[in-house]
C-alpha cells in the first residue's frame, strides 16, 4: 500500500536534502580529510581490538586504533573520566564510537566540508541502528558527565579536558534523557537516531561481526544512490 512507503520516500527526500559537499561519484569508499585518517581506505590486518572490524578496508591506521582505546589517549588527549570512572561498558561503547568515526570508509553520504584546526571534513546526521543507539545509551545512563555536547566547551589549560567552570557532573541520564538525546546531542549532531533497525541496510551499525562482512557497505550504497536520484 502507498502509505506503507511514504517513510522511506521521507527518508530519500531528506538524504537529497542535506546531500554531501563532496561530489556525489565520490561517496563510497572514501576517507575524511581528518587529523588521523588515511588518504585511501586499506587494509589492516593488525587493527587492535574492536577497531578490528574493519581490518579489511579501513581509513586508521594500526596505531591510531591502539591509541584509541586508551583512557587518555594521544591522539586527542580525551579524558573519558572527567566525571570519575565510567563504567566499563559505558567506555567500550565510546571505544565503538571512535573506532566507527576514525575507520568507516563507509560514511561518503554524509561527509561535510568544515573549518577546523584538526580537520577539514566530518560526517554530518549518520542514521544509527536504533539498537546501537539504545544499547550505548543503556550502558552509559549510569556513568558521570557534566555536559551535553563533548564537542566543545571543555577547560584544556591542563593539557586534558575538564570540566568547565560552572558545570556539575551528573549521571548521563541526567544530562542525556533518552537514547536520541546522547546520540544526536554528544558530539554534535554527528549522528541521527534512526528508527531502522540493524539489519535493514538503512542505517549504519556501530557494532558489526566482520564474519559476515560490513554491512554499512550497504546502507552507504542505498544513500549515495538516494542523493544520485537513482531507484533502488
Not at 531528506?14 to 588521523?36: I, P
Not at 557532573?169 to 533497525?197: I, M, Q, R, V
Request: a positive charge.
Amino acid at each position: 500500500m502507498a502509505w506503507k512507503s511514504t517513510p522511506l520516500l521521507l527518508l530519500v527526500a531528506w538524504v537529497a536534502a542535506t546531500s554531501s559537499t563532496r561530489d556525489r561519484t565520490d561517496l563510497l569508499n572514501v576517507c575524511m580529510d581528518a587529523k588521523y585518517h588515511k588518504t585511501k581506505p586499506g587494509p589492516e590486518d593488525k587493527l587492535h581490538g574492536q577497531c578490528s572490524p574493519w581490518r579489511k578496508n579501513a581509513c586508521c591506521s594500526v596505531n591510531t586504533s591502539q591509541e584509541l582505546h586508551k583512557d587518555i589517549s594521544r591522539l586527542y588527549n580525551f579524558n573519558w573520566d572527567h566525571c570519575g570512572k565510567m563504567e566499563p561498558d559505558c567506555k567500550r561503547h565510546f571505544i565503538q564510537d571512535n573506532c566507527l568515526y576514525e575507520c568507516s570508509p563507509n560514511v561518503g553520504p554524509w561527509i561535510k566540508q568544515v573549518n577546523q584546526r584538526w580537520r577539514k571534513e566530518r560526517f554530518l546526521d549518520v542514521p544509527l541502528c536504533k539498537e546501537d543507539c539504545q544499547s550505548w545509551w543503556e550502558a552509559c545512563r549510569t556513568s558521570y558527565t557534566c555536559k551535553t555536547n563533548w564537542h566543545r566547551g571543555w577547560d584544556w589549560t591542563s593539557g586534558v579536558n575538564k570540566c568547565p567552570v560552572g558545570t556539575t557532573c551528573h549521571t548521563f541520564e541526567f544530562y542525556f534523557p533518552t537514547p536520541a538525546d546522547l546520540c544526536e546531542g554528544l558530539w554534535s549532531h554527528s549522528y541521527k537516531a534512526s528508527n531502522y533497525s540493524r539489519g535493514s541496510g538503512r542505517c549504519i551499525q556501530m557494532w558489526f561481526d566482520p564474519a559476515q562482512g560490513n554491512p554499512n557497505e550497504e546502507v552507504a550504497r542505498f544513500y549515495a544512490k538516494a542523493m544520485s536520484g537513482v531507484e533502488e
